[in-house]
């Protein structure tokens, strides 16, 4: 089992990036999914989930209204495109899946699959 984030990079205040959170061997559909990231020496922070199983979204304060999570089941693949860029976003980014089918972010999720992250760096 293993999620693997990519798309991170170096960009601008006020650009965008996307993110992809790919599966292997297990699959995204009917389970909560979640993106977090984190600064070192700073406590990691969740920032969007999403239920695969009717598409609800949620988002940290922090992002809303920048940040989309999306899904797309056939590609066994979770999304979450970043607008409006600010350094303060600026960490190590990773995805993490509950492995119970059935699971949705509303439901308190457990995220004991957990992929590796990808940077996403904000500066001039």
């Known amino acids: 089992v293993q999620l693997q984030a990519s798309g991170g990079g170096l960009v601008q205040p006020g650009g965008s990036l996307r993110l992809s959170c790919a599966a292997s061997?297990?699959?995204?559909?009917?389970?909560?999914i979640g993106w977090f990231r984190q600064v070192p020496g700073k406590e990691r922070e969740w920032v969007s989930c999403?239920?695969?199983?009717?598409?609800?979204?949620y988002y940290a304060d922090s992002v809303k209204g920048r940040f989309t999570i999306s899904g797309d089941n056939a590609k066994n693949t979770v999304y979450l495109q970043m607008n409006s860029l600010k350094p303060d976003d600026t960490a190590n980014y990773y995805c993490?899946?509950?492995?119970?089918?059935?699971?949705?972010?509303?439901?308190?999720?457990?995220?004991?699959?957990r992929g590796q992250g990808t940077q996403v760096t904000v500066s001039s």
């Open positions: 999403i239920s695969s199983s009717d598409g609800s979204t």
């Open positions: 993490a899946a509950d492995r119970r089918y059935g699971s949705s972010c509303h439901d308190g999720p457990n995220f004991n699959i």
């Open positions: 061997r297990f699959s995204l559909d009917h389970r909560a």
